[in-house]
């Protein structure tokens, strides 16, 4: 018995993209033969899945995708206040596959037939108990034994033969092979033959022409050309008021493993990362980057002159670049209005863009109607009402806020980002006010975007870009009465 695998996905990948196994088995021309395919919290004897697969036409391999279980397992980590890091712990997931099989059970016996008591005995090792129900099928399909043939019950067993309700003075050949079942067709079950361990999935996913390209290295920060866990333009721009959180894979951090920052005036900074997690969400917007230590230059990060800063990944306390830079633009254009949207992006972190323009708000009522009686009074041997008495009542009355939303103009990289904000499930509001030449923020709040199309808008046809946006509150205000 061998199995083999054929396919597997690497052991960091999208848990929303395929997450498809491939194995092949030397037992898969037996009868009833399946595939069993065990999910397991890595590590662990927790079982969070259990398959069975049939032998694909034409090929014979055991083939199972993961990818709705494995999806499941992740969610999403969100924290406001956070402006250091956090233990991205809800967005990823450790698993192990382990690969079995199970067939119809099937013992070859050949031997010659012997007597015991004027029964017949046959010589192999085997499984069975006295009350067994076999079915036997000789090589010669019973010319020579018909009595041996078919359907009998196990009367006798030691370890290594077994005997059956069979005359044995109906034998004539005792030398014919054959073949013995259990007579319910039972199955041998043989679990974790092969296995894969300490696999990763993650809260994010490729595009479909992308990921036949994916290569989980590329997400080890280990060089200079190394990526975030985000598709976030390497060079962004962001107003002041604007939060970012970006998640990195951490592969166990461990110590002296930093993120620094460096602004336009050539001034250095860095915040600490620890902790074991696999991955980190780090905060490295311009309004939520919090407390920096100062490697050199001077304090604080965005002065009034500062126009970019970068932020990259480092190894150690030496400053080793070790990911991508990512750079980040001050967008000090005015404004009139402003909110900023919050969304989760295709790799699990979160970032942001502004709405600096017109802003339009929209309340959607939502009323329940009934007609009810007038009891009115007798007065005078007349029946007469009040004016004020009710007839049409309303009830279970609901408003809903909608949010019409205008960018300022973007970069065709920023445009291409977008569409991850138009079908991010994910999405908060915040309002931001200027106050004492101060953006402050308001609470974040949830909302759930409305636009049904999108047009990804190039420099080629178009030289001036922005973006426009239609967000519902999630939650409806209540009316009293």
């Not at 090929?59 to 999403?76: A, I």
């Not at 099937?106 to 017949?120: A, C, H, I, K, R």
């Not at 002041?240 to 110590?255: A, E, F, K, T, V």
């Amino acid at each position: 018995m061998a199995t083999t695998f054929i396919a597997q996905p690497q052991d960091f990948t999208p848990a929303y993209n395929e997450c498809k196994f491939i194995v092949d088995s030397t037992n898969v021309n037996n009868a009833g033969f399946r595939y069993i395919f065990e999910v397991f919290e890595a590590g662990t004897a927790t079982r969070i899945g259990y398959y069975k697969a049939l032998p694909t036409y034409g090929t014979g391999y055991g083939e199972q995708d993961l990818s709705k279980l494995l999806s499941n397992m992740v969610s999403f980590d969100f924290d406001p206040t956070v402006t250091t890091f956090y233990d991205a712990v809800n967005s990823y997931y450790n698993y192990d596959v382990k690969i079995g099989e199970e067939y119809i059970f099937d013992l070859s016996y050949t031997l010659s037939l012997f007597d015991n008591s004027g029964s017949v005995a046959i010589t192999v090792s085997h499984p069975f108990v006295v009350g067994d129900q076999v079915n036997i099928t000789q090589a010669d399909l019973g010319v020579a034994n018909p009595g041996v043939e078919g359907l009998h019950t196990v009367i006798a067993v030691t370890d290594a033969d077994f005997t059956i309700n069979a005359q044995w003075a109906d034998v004539t050949d005792a030398t014919i092979n054959g073949t013995v079942k259990y007579a319910d067709n039972r199955k041998t079950v043989d679990l974790d033959i092969i296995s894969t361990l300490d696999k990763y999935v993650f809260n994010g996913v490729q595009p479909w022409l992308e990921m036949p390209n994916w290569d989980q290295t590329d997400y080890e920060l280990d060089g200079v050309t190394k990526q975030w866990l985000t598709n976030q333009p390497q060079t962004f721009i962001c107003t002041p008021s604007q939060d970012l959180w970006l998640n990195l894979r951490g592969d166990g951090i461990g110590i002296n493993k930093r993120v620094y920052f460096e602004n336009d005036n050539g001034d250095l900074f860095y915040k600490a990362i620890a902790g074991g997690d696999f991955i980190k969400g780090v905060a490295v917007g311009p309004n939520n980057f919090g407390s920096l230590t100062v490697e050199s230059g001077t304090a604080p990060l965005i002065k009034d002159s500062t126009k970019i800063y970068q932020v990259w990944y480092s190894d150690g306390a030496f400053n080793p670049v070790q990911s991508l830079s990512y750079e980040i633009k001050i967008d000090r254009r005015p404004v009139i209005t402003q909110y900023n949207i919050l969304f989760l992006d295709r790799m699990g972190s979160w970032s942001s863009f502004a709405f600096q323009l017109k802003t339009y708000e929209k309340l959607a009522i939502k009323r329940e109607t009934y007609n009810k009686d007038v009891p009115g009074f007798v007065s005078g041997a007349e029946w007469q009402y009040k004016s004020y008495e009710q007839g049409t009542v309303n009830y279970n009355t609901q408003v809903s806020k909608t949010i019409d939303l205008n960018t300022n103009w973007m970069t065709e990289a920023q445009a291409y980002y977008f569409q991850e904000l138009v079908t991010s499930p994910q999405t908060y509001i915040v309002p931001v006010t200027f106050v004492n030449c101060e953006y402050v923020l308001g609470e974040y709040i949830s909302c759930n975007v409305m636009n049904n199309s999108f047009d990804i808008d190039t420099v080629r046809n178009k030289h001036l870009i922005r973006q426009q946006l239609q967000v519902r509150l999630s939650n409806n205000d209540m009316i009293n009465g």
